[in-house]
């Protein structure tokens, strides 16, 4: 079975008590309750850099031009005993966009500092690649699942190179 393609885009800002992170509360579907990225799934058809703009409409009410996302990396999240749910993530950072993020029916949006992300609501795959990406490591990251979908078994880091360049 082929990995679903997703993307994920995190934006960030700097204020006056330092460097923070937009994140959001899933409130439906896959990973209801937790405090995810915002994003998801490609569309058959478009890019990951279309996906990642629309998704953040969609979730956050808030709109993201293409040339302004940066690409993070990748993530690919390996589910032993439940290989339907494989994701191959790509995942951008920016740090402009128009609007204020708002709730939507998927997502509660919040902005938490990037030293104090809130790991313990988060997959718990996140604090082992989030801090690196957000701080400027371009990496690609293999995550395996335990069998209990939830906690990490093991987690695979190399540099990443854009495609392209």
Do not use: Y
Not at 8 to 26: A, I, M, N, P, Q
Request: one cysteine or more; glycine letters at 10%.
């Amino acid at each position: 079975m082929t990995a679903a393609h997703v993307t994920l885009c995190f934006l960030l800002r700097h204020g006056s008590d330092g460097e923070h992170v937009l994140l959001g509360t899933k409130k439906t579907g896959f990973g209801r309750g937790k405090v995810v990225g915002v994003g998801g799934h490609v569309e058959p058809g478009e890019t990951a850099v279309e996906a990642a703009c629309r998704e953040v409409m969609e979730e956050i009410n808030v709109v993201v031009e293409a040339a302004d996302l940066v690409p993070a990396g990748t993530v690919d999240f390996v589910f032993p005993a439940r290989p339907d749910w494989n994701m191959a993530t790509t995942v951008f950072l920016t740090r402009t966009w128009a609007g204020e993020p708002s709730e939507s029916d998927e997502i509660a949006p919040a902005w938490f500092p990037v030293g104090q992300l809130p790991v313990e609501r988060m997959w718990a795959d996140a604090e082992h690649w989030l801090p690196a990406m957000i701080a400027g490591r371009r990496i690609a990251v293999r995550v395996d699942l335990a069998p209990d979908n939830e906690n990490v078994a093991d987690v695979h880091t190399v540099e990443w190179v854009e495609p392209g360049r």
